[in-house]
Structure formats: structure tokens, C-alpha cells
């Protein structure tokens, strides 16, 4: 007797087991070759769809941190729609899955008293669609829910789709697991950084420093030991760390931290004036100095001054600082009177000075003056764990300023900012944080608004039907772009990184109309 391989499907038609057993083995090769998870779920997501005729499909993951169901990927769906996808246990048809650990089929939404709708996805026709949803199970527990949206055809029953998606589920466990595994990482480094933010705000005033990387609680160690003496102190690092606030932290939690704290951006101030700011003038010392004007020593006595950027002082300031830093007296420009100041010192600068001193660009005795206590602030990209609470911070902070209400960024676009160097550091971030937070008009940050220098892996998948030399010079665009980036404009230095000689970027920058004097900004 010849055995018949067909079911009836939802729609009444012939449905052949082999199209059921070629879907899960597409799937299991798809996860297979895939080392992506977020790469990997829209795909096998929209091959459900295709089998089943359905409108829509999603995946929900339980984040056991806030006992919340969170829709983590979707086909099918707007961005609006998957944004309000969050569900107490309990909630809706897709809470009380996870409540009950069983499957939960209404054919008829319209007729549905726990379908709640929360995300939009029917109107007025709620009785024409059928919604299946089933449980995830890990070790006996539900982590998730696999659910699927189609226009309702009367039949006796869906035990074949119920079945279907419960195998898809159970194929999808270890993607589930690895992005639950990240939404439980980012609660836990955002509960630990908020009671790492209320006990420093009581000792040592870090509230303004965002960060919980085991390299951030070095510096903040370092601060908290330096910061009750009065030696000197030296922040090093890249543009954009935050030497600044690293020395708010110093004063603020000094005895000094009812005093003056003056800061000066010695980098800013033009060498002619650079004296007269940081020592005071009398009047009549040059042309223009119509009174007497006290320097920041003298307004900094009693308290700390700041100098950033200390390794753009001009020689001849350096001779007249360490003068200071030796005996902490000075003369005002054009005065004969010796003032004695009571101030400490803390310095910045990005710069070699090492290198510096070799090329006697800097003072040899000025830097062992003020290198008593260096403190090395490490880079973004060697504390990327530090990303995601920055990234919460700088919503919440335009949340705040712009009266907006940004709820959360997708799991795609917060890839795209771990993969990223940050040449820029966290100033950088921030930047690219408040432009996405305007770019997103759903109050969701998508991989799509963040810049263009982020988004090279996904311009390649947009570029698939362009031609091949299309592609490749939209490529070559970018990466001259993000190097320009990195190098601020300097066209030697990013000829050096793309290993061209200056010659052939000038024909690309050309060929690309790209204005390298555009970039010569974008990090400061």
C-alpha cells in the first residue's frame, strides 16, 4: 500500500511532509553556517512565513532580570510595531504562554478577550486573522515564545503549524539563549554601574563618569587614593576619554572641594595671551591692558587648577609654570610685585610628551614636575563593555534635553556600536547618540540611524543587487571616510593607513568628492 505524504495545511490545500523536512533542514543549515544571532533570525523568521502564508512571525524573549517579555526579532512587523512588543508574564496572549508553558491558538483575534493588539498589528478585521503562539523551553523552562500571524481560513484544527513552530523553537533554543544572555548582561552592568553611581555620589562625586569595566574601577581607585593629598596629577589618554571629568572627580573629592576649581584649555588660548591668562597682567603691561586683571593662579589660590592640554604650552610659558609649580609664586605681566599661590595642580594632555621631550618640543624638569602622579585613562574600544551603560546614559541625557522619548535601541544597532573602534572615544558616542536619537522618528534606535563609517557590513547587504563596481566603490568610499575620520583630515596619515600614496587618495577623494578639510573637526 503507497503511503500519502500530504497534510492539509491551514488553508485547506495538500501539504507535503518534504516541504516540512526541506524548511527545517534550510534552518538547521542557516544556523549552522550563521555566527551571527541577529543576522541569523530574520531569515529563518521569513522562511516560516513563506511556509505557513503568514502575515508576520516573532520572536519574544523572557528577560528573567525585569520579568519582561521583549519582542527580540520579527518579519513581518514595522519597527513601530516591534518597539512596543513588551509583555509582563501573564500579559496578553504572549504573557499567559509564558505564564502557562503551553501553546495558546485563537483562531478568531477579534473574538479574543487576552489578545490586547499592544503592538498594532490588526485593525477592524481582528476576526479575519488566526495567531499561534508557542512556548520556548531550556532545561524545562520557558526562555521565549515563537508566534506567527495569519488571515483565518476555518478548519478543525492547527495541531500541524503548533507542531511546526514548536520544533522551529526548540532549533532556535541556543539563539534565544545568547540574546537573552546579552539582555541579562547589559540589566546586570546597569544595575551594577547605578549602585557603582550611588556610592560614589556619597564618597568620591563620580556621578558624571560612566563606566564599570574592571579597567574604569582601576581609575576610579586611583582617583580615590590621589585624590585626598596634594601631589600633582597627570591624566593621559586619547581625545574624547573624559580627561576633564576624571578631574572634577579629583577636586570634588578633595578638602579642597569647596575652593575655586579653575580650569584652563591651554590648547584653546592663542600664545600671545597665554601669559596674561594664566598669570594676570597690570595695566599698562601691552597694548590694550587698560586695568589690572587677575590670572587664573591667583582666582585658583586655595583650590585646584586645571590645566588641559598642557603639552600646547609654548616654551616660553613652560620656563614661567615651572617656576610655579617649584616655589607657587609668580608676577603678573608687566608687575614687579612676587604673589604666592596656594594651588594644586592637576594636568591633561592627549600628547606624546615623552616623544615630546626628544624632539625638545617639552621641557625635560616640567615633566617630571608634573608627572608626580600620572593616571592613565583607557581608550573606549579597550573598555567596550562600558558601551551599553554610555549608551542608556546619553538616551537618557537627550531624553531629558530634547523632551523626547527614546525607550530603547535594538539589539542590531547596539552591535554595530561594539564592532566600531570609537577613534573618537566616548565624545565620539555621544555624538553618534544624540544624531541617532533624532534620526529615530519611532523612538527606537535601528542600526539604520547611526552614521555611515558604522554601517559598512550593512551597506554591503544593501548593495546586492547593485553591480559589482557599484558596490565595491561604495565600499572604497567608506573606509576613506572613517580613516579621514580617525585622522582628523590629515592626508598623509590616512594615505599611511590605507597603505596608498598620497598621490592616488587626492584621485579618490576626487572620483568620491570627499573635502578632506570636512573631517579636519568631526573628533574634536
Not at 556619597?202 to 582601576?218: E, L, P, Q
Not at 591651554?266 to 597682567?281: D, K, Q, T, V
Not at 583650590?303 to 610659558?317: K, N, Q, R, V
Request: hydrophobic letters at 35%; glycine letters at 6%.
Amino acid at each position: 500500500m503507497e503511503r500519502d505524504n500530504t497534510i492539509c495545511n491551514y488553508s485547506g490545500k495538500p501539504c507535503n511532509i518534504n516541504d516540512e523536512m526541506n524548511l527545517l533542514f534550510d534552518i538547521s543549515q542557516t544556523l549552522i553556517r550563521s555566527q551571527d544571532v541577529s543576522s541569523t533570525l530574520t531569515p529563518i523568521l521569513k522562511m516560516v512565513c513563506d511556509h505557513l502564508n503568514s502575515d508576520s512571525s516573532f520572536l519574544a524573549i523572557l528577560n528573567r532580570q525585569r520579568s519582561q517579555i521583549v519582542v527580540g526579532e520579527s518579519y513581518g512587523l514595522s519597527p513601530a510595531q516591534e518597539s512596543k512588543g513588551k509583555f509582563k508574564i501573564g500579559e496578553g496572549i504572549i504573557g499567559r504562554v509564558v505564564e502557562l508553558a503551553r501553546p495558546v491558538v485563537i483562531e478568531n483575534l477579534g473574538e479574543s478577550k487576552f489578545f490586547s493588539n499592544k503592538m498594532n498589528q490588526l485593525t477592524n478585521q481582528g476576526a479575519n486573522y488566526t495567531f499561534i503562539c508557542v512556548p520556548i523551553f531550556q532545561e524545562e523552562q520557558v526562555v521565549g515564545t515563537l508566534s506567527s500571524t495569519m488571515k483565518y481560513r476555518p478548519q478543525n484544527s492547527y495541531d500541524s503549524e503548533k507542531r511546526l513552530l514548536a520544533i522551529i523553537g526548540t532549533m532556535l533554543v541556543q539563539a534565544v539563549k545568547t540574546k537573552r544572555t546579552q539582555m541579562d548582561e547589559i540589566e546586570k552592568l546597569r544595575a551594577e554601574n547605578l549602585g557603582l553611581k550611588q556610592t560614589s555620589s556619597k564618597a568620591r562625586n563620580f556621578s558624571s563618569i560612566v563606566g564599570n569595566s574592571s579597567k574604569m574601577k582601576d581609575v576610579f581607585n586611583q582617583v580615590s587614593l590621589v585624590a585626598k593629598t596634594m601631589s600633582t596629577v597627570l591624566i593621559r589618554g586619547e581625545s574624547g576619554i573624559g580627561k576633564e571629568m576624571i578631574a572634577d572627580a579629583i577636586h570634588f573629592s578633595s578638602d579642597r572641594a569647596e575652593k575655586p576649581f579653575i580650569k584652563v584649555n591651554c590648547s584653546a588660548i592663542p600664545e600671545a595671551l597665554i601669559e596674561s591668562e594664566l598669570f594676570g597682567h597690570e595695566r599698562g603691561a601691552f597694548t590694550g591692558a587698560d586695568s589690572r586683571r587677575k590670572g587664573r593662579f591667583e582666582l585658583a589660590d586655595g583650590g585646584t587648577i586645571f590645566l588641559d592640554e598642557i603639552g600646547d604650552l609654548p616654551m616660553s610659558t613652560q620656563v614661567k609654570l615651572l617656576r610655579v609649580l617649584q616655589e607657587r609664586t609668580f608676577e603678573r605681566l608687566g608687575g614687579t610685585e612676587t604673589l604666592k599661590t596656594d594651588v594644586r595642580f592637576v594636568c591633561a594632555t592627549n600628547r606624546h610628551l615623552e616623544e615630546m621631550m626628544t624632539n625638545g618640543e617639552f621641557r625635560e624638569d616640567l615633566f617630571y614636575r608634573i608627572n608626580v602622579f600620572p593616571l592613565f585613562v583607557p581608550a573606549l574600544r579597550e573598555r567596550k563593555n562600558d558601551i551599553p551603560l554610555l549608551v542608556d546614559h546619553f538616551i537618557q541625557k537627550y531624553n531629558n534635553q530634547n523632551n523626547a522619548s527614546i525607550n530603547r535601541i535594538t539589539q542590531r544597532a547596539m552591535d554595530r556600536l561594539m564592532m566600531y573602534s570609537w577613534p573618537g572615544n566616548v565624545r565620539e558616542l555621544e555624538n553618534t547618540i544624540e544624531r541617532a536619537c533624532i534620526m529615530a522618528h519611532d523612538n527606537v534606535i535601528h542600526s539604520y540611524s547611526l552614521p555611515t563609517t558604522l554601517q559598512i557590513e550593512e551597506n554591503i547587504g544593501e548593495h546586492k543587487k547593485d553591480g559589482l563596481e557599484e558596490t565595491i566603490s561604495s565600499i572604497e568610499k567608506q573606509v576613506i571616510q572613517k580613516a579621514l575620520t580617525e585622522h582628523k583630515g590629515s592626508i598623509k596619515r590616512t594615505s599611511e593607513q590605507l597603505k596608498i600614496s598620497e598621490r592616488k587618495l587626492g584621485l579618490r577623494l576626487m572620483k568620491y568628492k570627499i573635502k578632506a578639510s570636512d573631517y579636519k573637526n568631526k573628533n574634536k
